[in-house]
């Protein structure tokens, strides 16, 4: 599979696109950043041909989109608008408006619960139909349901409303909306349907609980396994989707192994996601930038350690990793052993220098650990106290220096009041101490089950001075709103050096590409999508600042010591060879641009506008 250089434009036509997913103006997934930042490069070939629909979550929709309202709709003549008039008409509460992001895209958005009212008559027709069981208690599986009925009808009334030779190509993303394809199909609705799953919802349940899961994956039988997570509606609606589309894609070679035994269809294509690059780039100014957010890292930093022991910022290595709370899948396991190994390896070698490593996840917690607010007020404090000693000092020392006719520099400790001197000595005796920095920022719901704290107790990485590589576990999202970083996530991923991401089960994997649309080198593993993409497709993947551990021939062990090699080399590198990476991965992250990517998506329509 080769990176195209460019896609046609415009594509067939005589065809309308329909984009169906769960996460329109709805983020709750990683679907959310594929579908978002698709939209600029989807327009520029189907530009007033396409449209996107989703549920319709007051909450969630009230910051994303702009609906329309009578006049304006009564005005539009597309067929889209005369869909929703049409549906109206029948009763149906429906939305069309832009979604408030680049491109602004026309957008359906359909409240599911209007549907409640016929969730027996719906749920019955999938069973009889297509032997899909619903439970009565699952909400969740109600608004999927609800939803994927009503999506269908909107279907059928736009399919009704096309005059020939225009046809309608409808594209569903992953199970929660896949639901309406078997009801297209039975109908026989002339829309063209194209289903991707981007992670089979049982393979990512095997993954978790079965460490050689891909050994494995040829013996599994699909409903005990599914009965046995509780997942078999979500399943049997997953593989009646498959089944149903007239083109079955997936995000990577690596899932097209999931989808032939645990869905019993192989893909007719891959469509591996990109990004919007364009939103993230900086020009000249993005090695200012990484100056700009590492200074506020350095600021948590000196908070978090300093009051125990202090070491050289202009020393340190920042290491991250971020994703769901996956212990095993994500790689955290596999992250935390070449940690240790690394932390060995630095304390032999003498060498100077350390390395703080972030694990950015989400985890149950009941606050904020206090002792580390309070040490990150004090330390403001401590800053505030040394701009009022250094403004003093300044007035004092610009007038002795007009004044004198001595040239020598005066006793600048003269220079500051006593208060300031009182000041500042009760500041720091306040924050000084001789227990160690904390792991983990805030008290979590259960640490005494927690993974990633059991390790690092078990290790003794408990961030010792001795310690070369430091941990820092942040059990929630990184925001502006909060009081230990102040910032957004994007800005952290810029301030640090390199990004840790050897996932185990990872179906594509945005976290290292968002890494390198901010020119940041990331390691990945060859059991990402991502990762495979990259190796086969990006040569000298490595000078590009992109890193591919082997999992899929090695074991623990031997993957454990391989990523430890290659955050050894990278903890090696000069400053000036750091800045060199950021500057290679920055000007090559055009590659994975959707504008190039886009193509396989429109490659995969035409071939849905083929068959019948």
């Known amino acids: 599979m080769q990176v195209p ?57 009230q910051g994303e989109f702009e609906a329309y309202d009578d006049y304006q709709l009564s005005t539009l003549s597309d067929p889209f608008a005369i869909a929703v008039r049409r549906m109206r008409q029948l009763g149906y509460d429906v939305c069309l408006g832009v979604w408030l992001v680049t491109g602004r895209p026309r957008t359906v958005l359909i409240n599911p619960y209007q549907a409640y009212p016929q969730l027996g008559q719906i749920k019955y027709e999938l069973w009889d ?104 509606t979500a399943v049997t609606m997953e593989r009646a989707a498959a089944h149903g589309a007239h083109v079955f894609t997936t995000v990577s070679e690596l899932t097209v192994r999931e989808c032939i035994y645990l869905l019993d269809r192989i893909p007719d294509a891959v469509l591996p996601n990109g990004l919007n690059i364009e939103r993230f780039v900086a020009g000249h100014e993005f090695q200012n930038l990484h100056q700009q957010y590492k200074a506020k890292i350095h600021e948590f930093v000196m908070a978090h350690f300093f009051q125990s022991y202090s ?27 070449a940690l240790a190994r690394l932390n060995y390896r630095l304390q032999q070698s003498g060498l100077e220098g350390n390395v703080v490593m972030f694990f950015i996840t ?43 006719t001595d040239h020598r520099l005066p006793d600048l400790a003269s220079m500051v009041d006593d208060y300031w001197k009182l000041r500042y000595r009760r500041t720091l005796q306040s924050w000084k101490t001789n227990s160690l920095p904390s792991v983990i920022t805030h008290n979590l719901v259960d640490d005494q089950k927690d993974d990633i704290l059991n390790f690092v107790r078990q290790a003794g990485l408990i961030n010792h001075q001795h310690d070369r590589v430091k941990i820092v576990y942040h059990p929630d999202f990184v925001s502006p709103t909060s009081p230990l970083f102040g910032m957004e996530y994007g800005q952290f991923v810029r301030g640090c050096h390199l990004g840790v991401f050897p996932s185990y089960y990872e179906p594509w994997g945005y976290t290292p590409l968002e890494c390198v649309a901010r020119g940041v080198p990331a390691i990945t593993s060859d059991l990402s999508g991502f990762g495979d993409y990259v190796m086969q497709n990006v040569d000298a993947h490595e000078d590009k600042g992109i890193y591919v551990v082997q999992r ?41 641009d959707w504008k190039n990517l886009r193509i396989y998506y429109d490659r995969a329509y035409m071939l849905a506008l083929e068959r019948q």
């Not at 460490?211 to 699909?222: C, E, G, I, S």
């Not at 580390?372 to 330390?379: G, S, V």
């Not at 050894?568 to 994975?592: D, G, H, K, P, Y």
Request: charged fraction near 20%; aromatic fraction near 12%; hydrophobic fraction near 40%.
């Open 5 to 61: 250089s460019s896609a046609p434009t415009p594509i067939a036509p005589d065809a309308l696109l329909v984009e169906v997913a769960w996460e329109v103006c709805n983020q709750v997934g990683g679907i959310y950043t594929v579908i978002r930042s698709k939209v600029p490069a989807t327009m520029q070939g189907w530009d007033d041909r396409y449209c996107l629909l989703g549920p319709y979550f007051s909450q969630q929709a």
């Open 129 to 232: 139909h297509h032997r899909i069981p619903t439970p009565d208690n699952d909400d969740l599986l109600h608004q999927v349901e609800a939803f994927g009925y009503l999506a269908k009808i909107f279907l059928q009334v736009l399919a009704s409303e096309v005059v020939p030779p225009q046809r309608v190509i409808a594209h569903f993303h992953e199970w929660m909306t896949g639901v309406a394809i078997p009801g297209l199909r039975r109908d026989q609705t002339p829309v063209h349907i194209v289903f991707t799953t981007h992670a089979t919802l049982l393979g990512r349940y095997l993954a978790m609980n079965d460490p050689n899961f891909y050994d494995h994956l040829m013996q599994v039988d699909w409903l005990p396994e599914a009965r046995h997570f509780n997942i078999e």
């Open 311 to 337: 070491f050289d910022l202009d020393k340190t290595v920042y290491l991250f990793t971020s994703g769901r709370y996956e212990y095993h899948n994500k790689g955290f396991d596999l992250t935390l052993e």
């Open 362 to 404: 989400k985890r149950p917690f009941t606050s904020i650990n206090p002792l580390i607010l309070q040490n990150r007020a004090i330390l403001d404090e401590v800053h505030e106290t040394c701009e009022a000693i250094e403004r003093q000092v300044g007035e004092r020392l610009f007038y002795a220096a007009a004044a004198s």
């Open 552 to 592: 899929q021939e090695k074991n623990f062990d031997e993957s454990a010591e391989e990523l430890t090699e290659m955050l050894w080399n990278f903890v090696l590198l000069t400053r000036r060879e750091r800045i060199m990476q950021r500057n290679n991965v920055e000007s090559n992250a055009e590659i994975f």
